[in-house]
Nanobody
């Protein structure tokens, strides 16, 4: 069973950048589809980005396309979310998740393993 720990959140201003990290243990990120989701107060959990276990394909939510990028460092067993041109509406708790199925799913219901989340706050 893979264990995920997010880090890198914080308080930034609009237009700034942040890089979130998701360190895995008890399993190898290469064996999982990895996803990033976020949840703002009073809202449902929203898909942000995902990477197929082969790393051949990445997916992004419409609201972050062109600004966010998911990547993976196999040597560090870590997945990253580079967030550029941040906006106040990006404010949320960001979660890393892993799914051991063959195909990537953009629904949080598909993911078996979750980190504890890291807060990102973007001020205007």
């Amino acid at each position: 069973q893979v264990h995920l720990v997010e880090s890198g959140g914080g308080l930034v201003q609009a237009g700034d950048s942040l890089r979130l990290s998701c360190a895995a243990s008890g399993g190898t990120v290469r064996d999982y589809n990895m996803g990033w989701f976020r949840q703002a107060p009073g809202k449902e959990r929203e898909f942000v980005a995902a990477m197929h276990w082969s790393a051949a394909t990445t997916y992004y939510g419409d609201s972050v396309k062109g600004r966010f990028a998911i990547s993976r460092d196999n040597a560090k067993n870590t997945v990253y979310l580079q967030m550029n041109s941040l906006k106040p509406e990006d404010t949320a708790v960001y979660y890393c998740a892993a799914d051991d199925s063959h195909y990537v799913d953009l629904s949080p219901l598909q993911y078996n393993y979750w980190g504890q989340g890291t807060q990102v706050t973007v001020s205007s």
